[in-house]
């Protein structure tokens, strides 16, 4: 069930240009499955497809994650998400390269995380966003908790919020359901 969204928050909405977000926590459960030199990752398959309708609706999509992982670059591959940055490091930095590689700032980021490698992006986006499992801190940063936890859908109901707010949405719904 969907919670009313308050008029400062949809207006932050409006605005988001790139939507980036960490890997583990927020698009998986934060587990990772290790074993015979294999790594496995569990994705919301509701997740992808979002992602790809916020870039239908024009919007770039980014993961940025410390954790390198084949997994990672797996399913960023098989979603064609925009920018990946997988590497030990300030967030912060690779937001910023990736801002410079696609002319928008700041204001223009709606950005997702759930721990404390989170909260330097968070705090400059746009648009902050946190899941229910995330850090304190992240959730005090956040303008908006998911209802959805990490690796769950948290990701779709966001894109779902921003697409709505940027009244894309319904073009999109019509479109699927031709």
Same mark, same amino acid.
């Given at each position: 069930? =969907?919670?009313?969204?308050?008029? #400062?928050?949809?207006? %932050?909405?409006?605005?988001? !240009?790139?939507?980036?977000?960490?890997?583990? +926590?927020?698009?998986?459960? =934060? /587990?990772?499955?290790?074993?015979?030199?294999?790594?496995?990752?569990?994705?919301?398959?509701?997740?992808? *497809?979002?992602?790809?309708?916020?870039?239908?609706?024009?919007?770039?999509?980014?993961?940025?994650?410390?954790?390198?992982? /084949?997994?990672?670059?797996?399913?960023?591959?098989?979603?064609?998400?925009?920018? *990946? $940055?997988? =590497?030990? +490091?300030?967030?912060?930095?690779?937001?910023?390269?990736? &801002?410079?590689?696609?002319?928008?700032?700041?204001?223009?980021?709606?950005?997702?995380?759930?721990?404390?490698?989170?909260?330097? #992006? *968070?705090?400059?986006?746009? &648009? #902050?966003? +946190?899941?229910?499992?995330?850090?304190?801190?992240? !959730?005090? *940063?956040?303008?908006?908790?998911?209802?959805?936890?990490?690796?769950? +859908?948290?990701?779709?109901?966001?894109?779902?919020?921003?697409? %709505?707010?940027?009244? !894309?949405?319904?073009?999109?719904?019509?479109? $699927?359901?031709?």
């Amino acid at each position: 069930m =969907a919670r009313p969204i308050p008029k #400062a928050l949809a207006a %932050k909405m409006t605005r988001v !240009k790139l939507f980036l977000c960490d890997v583990d +926590g927020v698009l998986t459960n =934060a /587990t990772v499955f290790i074993g015979d030199g294999r790594e496995f990752k569990e994705f919301h398959i509701r997740d992808g *497809l979002g992602l790809r309708l916020l870039q239908r609706g024009g919007i770039k999509v980014g993961w940025i994650s410390n954790r390198p992982s /084949t997994a990672t670059q797996q399913r960023a591959d098989e979603l064609k998400v925009d920018f *990946l $940055y997988q =590497a030990q +490091g300030s967030k912060v930095d690779a937001v910023e390269a990736i &801002l410079k590689r696609s002319g928008l700032d700041w204001d223009d980021v709606c950005y997702m995380g759930d721990d404390v490698v989170d909260l330097g #992006a *968070l705090k400059r986006a746009g &648009l #902050a966003i +946190g899941v229910p499992s995330a850090i304190d801190e992240v !959730k005090d *940063l956040a303008d908006y908790v998911t209802i959805a936890e990490g690796g769950q +859908g948290a990701v779709r109901e966001v894109v779902g919020l921003i697409l %709505k707010a940027q009244n !894309k949405w319904q073009r999109l719904v019509l479109e $699927y359901s031709a």
